[in-house]
């Protein structure tokens, strides 16, 4: 198994810009999660689904960030328009039911 | 509110030198604690999981053990290949992990 998939891996992009991240879970797996990762906050949820559905997006900082499973094997995680303070690794990870495994992150910079 | 706290936040080992990295967690009826590694530029991969106090789990030169406030990364004999960030995180009433901040260990032949 290729493990979970994120593109791009390395993203610049200038402020008032639209970005969007893609992940792609582990075939089989029924949980996706988005996290975000920076040295002030290390490790934050930012949604999850189950079966594709939303369940919880408590964590997504502001309108500007949404959030789609449109089936199983593809995600996205927008952000319009981006921010110099959404600047972070924002991972994915999927999971069976407990244990999460995640991918190799893409590194965003907003100019 | 649930609450995982990692100690230190930083740790230097001499190669060979044994030592253990601390997790304390307060939550609402635990459903698993999990520790994962992550190196430079890389997403957090998976080590171990526990469930129970009591439990122990085992990998190479690597020990986690649980019980009902804390849990231990026992690390015994490192290699520099060792040197990482080590996360844990606990499960409590959901399927959200929460997750420590992280003990940034660097072992130096």
């Known amino acids: 198994d290729a493990g979970v998939i994120q593109s791009p891996r390395h993203e610049v992009t200038e402020m008032g810009q639209e970005v969007t991240l893609r992940c792609k879970p582990i075939?089989?797996?029924?949980?996706l999660f988005w996290y975000r990762q920076t040295m002030m906050r290390g490790l934050e949820l930012l949604i999850y689904?189950?079966?594709?559905?939303?369940?919880?997006d408590s964590g997504m900082p502001e309108d500007r960030f949404s959030a789609k499973m449109p089936n199983a094997s593809f995600s996205t995680l927008k952000i319009q328009p981006s921010e110099p303070r959404d600047s972070a690794v924002y991972f994915c990870?999927?999971?069976?039911?407990?244990?999460?495994?995640f991918g190799p992150g893409t590194r965003l910079l907003v100019l | 509110e649930d609450q995982v706290t990692q100690s230190p936040e930083a740790l230097r080992l001499q190669e060979g030198e044994s030592s253990s990295l601390n997790c304390s967690y307060t939550?609402?009826?635990?459903?698993?604690l999990f520790w994962y590694r992550q190196d430079p530029g890389k997403g957090p991969e998976f080590l171990f999981t526990?469930?129970?106090a009591g439990e122990e789990k085992e990998k190479e030169r690597l020990k986690a053990t649980l019980t009902k406030k804390e849990s231990f990364l026992h690390i015994t004999a490192p290699k520099p290949e060792d040197s990482a960030t080590y996360l844990c995180?606990?499960?409590?009433?959901?399927?959200?992990?929460?997750f420590g901040t992280g003990t940034r260990l660097q072992v130096f032949p």
């Open positions: 990870a999927s999971s069976p039911g407990k244990t999460q495994y």
């Open positions: 075939s089989g797996h029924d949980y």
């Open positions: 526990l469930y129970s």
């Open positions: 689904f189950n079966n594709n559905v939303p369940i919880d």
């Open positions: 939550v609402s009826g635990l459903r698993g």
């Open positions: 995180a606990v499960q409590a009433d959901t399927d959200k992990l929460i």
